[in-house]
Nanobody, 120 residues
Framework: QVQLMESGGGLVQTGGSLRLSCTAS????????MGWYRQAPGKEREMVAL???????KYADSVSGRFTISELNAEKILYIQMSSLKPEDTAVYYC??????????????WGQGTQVTVSP
């Protein structure tokens, strides 16, 4: 079992920056990949950024060039630096982790989420 705890959400103005953190606990040696999803009101949850233990990254087109996911360290503490934020980035951001070696792109553990609000 893996537990994930996010922090760092808040209110920021358009064009501002924010850094989210995620700390994994439990069976962290089983983690193959971690990342971030987000869900805006009335919308489906969408992938924001993922990183494998080998350093392969995947970003949503909407955040590429603005968001940067950190390397996945041995302690399984993950960050995402979000810059040039837009009102459409407003959402609950969820940390996720994959422990299934068959496909690192599909998380099987989720955090509780942290709210990010970008004001116009």
């Amino acid at each position: 079992q893996v537990q994930l705890m996010e922090s760092g959400g808040g209110l920021v103005q358009t064009g501002g920056s924010l850094r989210l953190s995620c700390t994994a606990s439990g069976d962290i040696k089983s983690i193959n990949a971690m990342g971030w999803y987000r869900q805006a009101p009335g919308k489906e949850r969408e992938m924001v950024a993922l990183i494998s233990s080998g350093g392969i990254t995947k970003y949503a087109d909407s955040v590429s060039g603005r968001f940067t996911i950190s390397e996945l360290n041995a302690e399984k503490i993950l960050y995402i630096q979000m810059s040039s934020l837009k009102p459409e980035d407003t959402a609950v951001y969820y940390c996720c982790a994959n422990t299934d070696g068959s496909s690192w792109l599909f998380p099987d553990y989720w955090g509780q989420g942290t709210q990010v609000t970008v004001s116009p």
